[in-house]
């Protein structure tokens, strides 16, 4: 059997007609570069800042609107100082104005009905005192209240003020307590952070669950 071996001359020779064909491969057969995208892509892998508030629509109350809010909102939920501050005091009513400013079907109806209701107050204001809802004393603008705050006892030409009402006093609680200030007097307790090891479920809570014999060493 004969061996037959390249010289060094052979393998050089070998190396440069193997060069000289890569580079005569037509343009096609070579790697292609990458085709644009289609779309702009900046900035999509970075996370929202959800420490801004970012609202995307507008406030179309007025500043009457507010100022008649505002005094309705502090009847509708009086406050006892530092505990239960006035809701005029902790944004209730700025709250209303983004709430009735978002375009939902449901919100925006509440932003009709505020804004109606507030219209139909004034006037009912205006035909029993001869003044708007804001320039009433304490007690007239309690005793209009009183006659739309119950729809079981209502005159039927109350009803638009009966609904805008009973409406107004569900937004004003919704903005009212979930605001922090107010969670205290709920007995909410969460978003408080914990400093150090976790102590595990309190006892009443083991208590009220009913899980005092299956919690040993929790």
């Known amino acids: 059997m004969s061996h037959s071996a390249l010289s060094r001359r052979d ?22 570069a990458p085709l644009p995208l289609t779309r702009n892509v ?34 509708i939920l009086p406050g006892n100082g530092a505990d239960l501050p006035m809701p ?13 400013g978002a375009p939902y079907k449901d919100t925006l109806d509440d932003f009709e009905n505020l804004r109606g209701g507030l219209a139909w107050l004034h006037s009912h204001s205006n035909a029993l005192h001869g003044k708007r809802f804001d320039d009433l004393t304490e007690a007239q603008q309690t005793g209009i209240l009183d006659t739309i705050c119950d729809p079981a006892k209502a005159a039927p030409a109350l009803a638009p003020g009966v609904r805008f009402f009973r409406r107004l006093r569900m937004l004003t609680l ?11 007097s709920l007995g909410y307790v969460g978003n408080v952070p914990i400093a150090g090891a976790y102590p595990g479920v309190p006892d009443e809570v083991i208590k009220l669950l009913g899980l005092e014999d299956v919690t040993d060493g929790w």
């Open 174 to 184: 919704g903005g009212y307590y979930t605001h922090s200030s107010t969670w205290k």
């Open 11 to 32: 393998v050089f020779r070998l190396f440069a007609a193997a060069t000289a064909a890569g580079a005569m491969m037509p343009k096609e057969a070579k790697a292609q």
């Open 88 to 100: 005029s005091a902790i944004g209730v009513p700025d709250f209303l104005n983004e709430w009735v």
């Open 42 to 75: 900046k900035d999509a892998l970075t996370d929202p800042d959800y420490t801004q508030k970012v609202i995307p629509w507008g406030k179309p109350l007025t500043e009457a609107e507010l100022a008649t809010l505002a005094i309705l909102c502090d009847i």
